[in-house]
Nanobody, 121 residues
Framework: QVQVVESGGDLLQPGGSLRLSCAAS????????MDWYRQAPGKQRELVAA???????KYADSVKGRFTISRDNDKNMVYLQMNSLRPEDTAVYYC???????????????WGQGTQVTVSS
């Protein structure tokens, strides 16, 4: 079994910074893509940032230059450093992983439970 847990969400003012963490644990053999998504009230879930196993990153246009995704393959963790936060960044942020697990054929996809980020003055 695999568990995915996000942490780091908070309430903060515009212009602030925050770092989200996502930890994967369990019978993991290898993690491939590690992504951060977000979902604001009344909106669809959207991809914010992604990083491949080799470290190639991509970002949504709305967060380019402000957010940085990184991963620690030894710890099975992915991070999202968010700077210059805006009210429109308010959302529940979800970690999404593509991985292979011991004893299971094929790539599986897992979501975390989400962590709330609220940006408000």
């Amino acid at each position: 079994q695999v568990q995915v847990v996000e942490s780091g969400g908070d309430l903060l003012q515009p212009g602030g910074s925050l770092r989200l963490s996502c930890a994967a644990s369990g019978s993991i053999f290898r993690i491939y893509d590690m992504d951060w998504y977000r979902q604001a009230p009344g909106k669809q879930r959207e991809l914010v940032a992604a990083v491949t196993q080799s470290g190639i990153t991509k970002y949504a246009d709305s967060v380019k230059g402000r957010f940085t995704i990184s991963r620690d393959n030894d710890k099975n963790m992915v991070y999202l450093q968010m700077n210059s936060l805006r009210p429109e960044d308010t959302a529940v942020y979800y970690c999404h992983l593509a991985l292979t697990a011991h004893g299971v054929l094929g790539i599986q996809y897992f979501w975390g439970q989400g962590t709330q980020v609220t940006v408000s003055s």
